[in-house]
């Protein structure tokens, strides 16, 4: 990658992150009746953030994740009706079942590898699916071939195959792997999520994604992201 393309991208991330939180530091600091140091802390925290290099991935699978399984769930329900592309990750034209699985679970701080029998290696494993929870990841066959996001029930939502859409189906059959992304004591949605999610144009996953990388972020607008 060329200065100019690095340059090229850090100015894009500013535009798409600086300018929102911004945006919520002026609100903080109008309605801090309550608190004298809330716009200060979330001035420092804005401060932290926007110092970065521009690193705005998600973090690892086995890093602090943000929210919770309610809440990733219903993210992924927002692609239903997605049809299904072979190796498709673009929600506007089509995805395939590792493409969701990566695109919902990167909302949340966790960032999986692009293909099924990698991601199938996430997380921690649980034994069996009566230990299943809600945003568990769900993987079939050996080797992996299919995954998909548990919801409960012996339900999952997953992108079945060409000719179908991204759906909440029966688990049809018994997991080969089932991996545990989430923490096991999933942190509360709060207002720090909830402040955020507001003011930036990518709503509930872009606010998910910034509490994960900057959890300073959190606290300053009176919540926490653990």
């Known amino acids: 990658m060329s200065i100019a393309d690095v340059q090229a991208r850090m100015a894009a991330i500013t535009a798409q992150f600086v300018s929102p939180l911004q945006t919520v530091a002026v609100a903080s600091a109008s309605t801090a009746t309550a608190s004298g140091s809330t716009a200060t802390t979330f001035a420092a925290a804005l401060a932290e953030a926007t110092a970065s290099t521009g690193a705005t991935g998600s973090t690892g699978a086995g890093a602090k994740a943000t929210g919770t399984a309610a809440d990733l769930i219903a993210d992924a329900k927002r692609?239903?009706?997605?049809?299904?592309?072979w190796g498709g990750t673009n929600p506007d034209k089509g995805v395939d079942c590792s493409g969701l699985t990566q695109l919902v679970y990167g909302h949340f701080g966790i960032d999986l590898p692009r293909v099924s029998y990698q991601q199938a290696k996430e997380g921690t494993p649980v034994h069996g699916l009566a230990n299943a929870?809600?945003?568990?990841?769900?993987?079939?066959?050996?080797?992996?071939?299919?995954?998909?996001?548990?919801?409960?029930?012996?339900?999952?939502?997953?992108?079945?195959?060409?000719?179908?859409?991204?759906?909440?189906?029966?688990?049809?059959?018994?997991?080969?792997?089932?991996?545990?992304?989430?923490?096991?004591?999933?942190?509360?949605?709060?207002?720090?999520?909830?402040?955020?999610?507001?003011?930036?144009?990518?709503?509930?996953?872009?606010?998910?994604?910034?509490?994960?990388?900057?959890?300073?972020?959190?606290?300053?607008?009176?919540?926490?992201?653990?």
């Open 79 to 85: 692609y239903l009706g997605v049809p299904y592309v």
């Open 133 to 226: 929870k809600p945003g568990d990841l769900l993987a079939f066959d050996s080797p992996v071939d299919h995954v998909a996001i548990y919801l409960g029930d012996n339900k999952m939502i997953h992108a079945p195959r060409p000719g179908k859409v991204v759906e909440i189906s029966d688990v049809y059959e018994t997991p080969t792997h089932i991996r545990r992304l989430l923490p096991e004591t999933a942190p509360v949605s709060n207002a720090a999520t909830s402040t955020l999610a507001a003011a930036l144009p990518g709503g509930l996953p872009m606010a998910n994604s910034l509490l994960a990388q900057y959890p300073a972020l959190a606290a300053a607008l009176g919540g926490s992201s653990a």
